[in-house]
């Protein structure tokens, strides 16, 4: 079966790999083969493809599957008891650890998909849980005024789920222009063009003179916002720091933090039992609409462009989809 390999820096192969298989079950909890079938990318695949990842340079060739988290597909087989063979799910494997065809996952790493959702929908699931994740972090957000630091895909995702929170105005800030005109769709009241050092002025101005009291900070991988979110927020209020930095960070300004009081929260690793399922279950209701967000799509044997594309941006690329051979479109 096919496997997808870093062989060098911004150079993917597909390469011949072993079938997975199934251990004997021993215990509690039990193992799938999973069978991924629509996938997409994330600003977290990409320090594997750019040659940096957490700070340190990335030895080429990387282990075969990496990096890839994002997908739906079908239970092949089990030695557990919570899924069928045949059965559709949308799962997270580890350590993004599942650019391959099949894998083996535990069985607590997937849920359900909404009959009510085409694949890709479903599959969107995944990144906006853990947006919903980070949003159970944050106050009543009603009428509350809030700065999006970074308008990609989960930016994006910040402003449709806080505008459903309801927040009274969502300004999206981002330096890219032609990311901005999405945040509008996508729930944001206003946008700036300027990285967050930049706007402090342009805030003030749409909030007539004050700061907000929320900053949701989705800057992502490539570079951190963090000094630039202590800056925009007013005295008391929270910093949501999403964006996973480059480790370490210097220089971060935890005096001026601590001077305005601000409450500053992470967050990492949604759970399986209400939170996925909960983002699921929002965008099988209507609640929010991410398809906007979907504005490229490649077959498998494409994924080299799949990645220079979403890397560099091109053309206004949000989320990148990946079609592997097993998908048979929207059933």
């Keep these: 079966m096919l496997a997808g390999q870093f062989v060098s820096r911004r150079t993917i192969e597909l390469v011949d790999v072993p079938e997975p298989s199934l251990a004997d079950h021993r215990g509690a909890g039990g193992q799938i083969i999973f069978q991924p079938e629509m996938t997409c990318l994330c600003g977290s695949d990409l320090p594997h493809f750019d040659a940096e990842f957490e700070g340190h340079e990335v030895p080429y060739p990387q282990p075969a599957g990496m990096s890839l988290h ?3 597909g079908t239970v ?30 535990s069985e607590d790493r997937a849920i359900s998909l909404d009959p009510r959702l085409s694949d890709e929908m479903a599959m969107l699931a995944q990144p906006f849980g853990t947006v919903v994740f980070a949003l159970k972090k944050l ?21 449709a789920g806080l505008r459903n929170l309801g927040a009274r105005r969502i300004i999206g800030v981002d330096p890219i222009a032609c990311r901005l005109p999405m945040s509008l769709k996508m729930g944001a009241t206003h946008t700036i063009c300027a990285h967050g050092w930049e706007s402090t002025a342009q805030v003030r101005d749409l909030l007539d003179g004050e700061l907000p009291q929320v900053v949701v900070e989705a800057v992502g991988h490539r570079a951190q916002a963090l000094n630039d979110a202590i800056e925009l927020t007013r005295p008391f209020g929270q910093i949501l720091f999403f964006g996973v930095p480059a480790v370490p ?5 935890m005096k001026s933090a601590m001077m305005k009081n601000l409450t500053i929260s992470t967050s990492l690793n949604p759970d399986f039992d209400r939170t996925f399922p909960l983002a699921m279950q929002w965008l ?3 609640r929010v609409n991410l ?25 206004g690329a949000q989320k990148v989809l990946v079609e592997f051979p097993s998908w048979q479109g929207n059933r």
């Design 249 to 253: 960070m210097n220089g971060i300004m």
């Design 284 to 286: 099988g209701e209507g």
């Design 70 to 72: 994002e997908m739906v």
């Design 291 to 315: 398809s906007p967000l979907l504005t490229h799509r490649f077959p498998l044997a494409e994924i080299q462009k799949a990645f220079d594309v979403f890397r560099d941006r091109v053309d």
């Design 139 to 159: 106050p009543n957000m009603i009428d509350r005024d809030v700065v999006v630091l970074g308008q990609g895909p989960i930016g994006q995702m910040f402003n």
């Design 76 to 105: 092949i087989d089990t030695n557990g008891s919570r899924w069928r063979p045949g059965t559709r799910v949308l799962a997270v494997p580890i350590g993004q650890h599942g650019l391959f065809e099949r894998f083996v996952l």
